[in-house]
């Protein structure tokens, strides 16, 4: 098994006053050569966004765009003409391919947005744009992994242009659970959400990352009341799409 450790405070960080914004991969003015993606994982955006604030429209093409909402609620509006709300227990995405724009703005006058903005390099370019969000709290379970994306339409959850899936958890203190590589060669990026956790010895704590890869599983401890997001890639970046 290989790893490699960030802990939440190497992270980059902007603050723009309506977005504070943290960059576990490098973005924006935050270029770290050691820091670029975790296999096709490329962008991992920790942000909070001030009441009423936002991103007005703007481009992307050819990325799996991720939005997995933590407090608040969030408007999205698209050129595919979705307007939609998306908050803590659903999850977003967005499979930009051809090209789209969107905004993001936070729907509360009096209080924060907190969401993670992720994105990965798909497999297929140039595909048609589409969108979809989904509640997860339907399958959620309690002190056990749960998918929310996989790379299958029929599969539970949302699913994107890759090889990939995602699993939240929410455990107890004491709790524990095994996670299974669902492709060979694949490595999984753990980002802690809340509390205390050890994986196979390495303990990690609020927005902590952790890659693993080369290995077929990995168990997990919780210390403290946690949550955890799991996000299985390929790592080479021959998976991405030309």
Known sequence: MKTVLHKADTRGHADHGWLNSYHTFSFAAYQNPERMHFGVLRVLNDDQVAPGKGFGSHPHDNMEIISIPLEGDLEHKDSMGNVTTIKE?????????TGIFHSEYNKNDDKQVKFLQIWVFPNKRNVEPRYDQISIRDIEKKNAFYQVLSPNPDDEGVWVHQDAWFH???FEAGAMDTYTIKKEGNG???????????????????????????TDSFDLKSHTDSRVLLMEVPMGLGSIGR
């Open 89 to 97: 227990g659903d999850v977003q995405v967005m499979s930009a391919g």
């Open 168 to 170: 939240l958890g929410k």
């Open 188 to 214: 999984v990026y753990v980002f802690v959400l809340e509390g205390t956790v050890d994986i196979n010895g390495q303990q990690l704590e609020k927005r902590d990352g952790f890659g693993l890869w080369e």
